[in-house]
């Protein structure tokens, strides 16, 4: 969960305009430039490491989610657990 945070956190920073051409508040090119490409490898890492992780448990896509889960996704949650022999 951390990560797809810090991802978001990432994506969130980097705005149109932000590729070397314009500049920031500073009017310094060379220091967006920096940015950008820092900003970059940092998504590129985060890509890379969420890629190579195994995936998450069936119950994440539901308990992520929901703080209460819903009764219509808790059967569904089950009906999944039965036919896949109890496994999540």
């Keep these: 969960?951390?990560?797809r945070l810090a991802l978001f956190l990432l994506l969130?920073?980097?705005t149109p305009g932000?590729?070397?051409e314009s500049t920031g508040p500073d009017?310094?090119?060379?220091?967006?430039?920096?940015?950008?490409?820092?900003?970059?490898d940092a998504i590129t890492e985060a890509v890379h490491a969420v890629e190579a992780a195994p995936p998450p448990p069936l119950d994440a896509l539901f308990t992520d989610v929901y703080e209460e889960m819903p009764w219509h996704l808790r059967e569904e949650l089950e009906d999944i657990r039965r036919i896949r022999g109890g496994g999540g």
């Design 1 to 3: 969960m951390a990560d």
């Design 12 to 14: 969130a920073l980097v």
């Design 18 to 20: 932000c590729d070397g």
């Design 27 to 40: 009017g310094d090119a060379d220091a967006d430039t920096a940015l950008h490409q820092e900003l970059d």
